[in-house]
Nanobody
Framework: QVQLVESGGGLVQAGGSLRLSCAASGRTFSNYAMGWFRQAPGNEREFVAAITSSGLSTRYADSVKGRFTISRDNAKNTMYLQMNSLKPEDTAVYYC????????????????????????WGQGTQVTVSS
């Protein structure tokens, strides 16, 4: 499986921005659909955003739509999450995840919002948004 390492988390004031990165190694990155999930204390891990292997198609949770942007650079084996207009409720550990699925667009083959659909996970990076 592909190995994933997140970075870029930290402490930021409400309204601020952060960019998370997810570096992949060990397999051909362009063969993998990717996702970002987050988990706050006492909560289940929840979907944030997803992107197809080609990078041509993206999906977002309603809670982050218009504020977060997922992207990837297959030449650099890296995925990103640009987070703007951060809110205290965005505080969580953020995880990147990978699923071996080569496609240009989402086609309903799998539920990109489900943690069960992703076989590889990073260790997580903490994002804390102060009010």
């Amino acid at each position: 499986q592909v190995q994933l390492v997140e970075s870029g988390g930290g402490l930021v004031q409400a309204g601020g921005s952060l960019r998370l990165s997810c570096a992949a190694s060990g397999r051909t990155f362009s063969n993998y659909a990717m996702g970002w999930f987050r988990q706050a204390p006492g909560n289940e891990r929840e979907f944030v955003a997803a992107i197809t292997s080609s990078g041509l198609s993206t999906r977002y949770a309603d809670s982050v739509k218009g504020r977060f942007t997922i992207s990837r650079d297959n030449a650099k084996n890296t995925m990103y999450l640009q987070m703007n207009s951060l809110k205290p409720e965005d505080t969580a550990v953020y995880y990147c995840a990978a699923r071996q699925q080569r496609a240009q667009y989402f086609s309903g083959v799998y539920d990109y919002t489900s943690v069960k659909e992703y076989a590889s996970w990073g260790q997580g990076t903490q994002v804390t948004v102060s009010s």
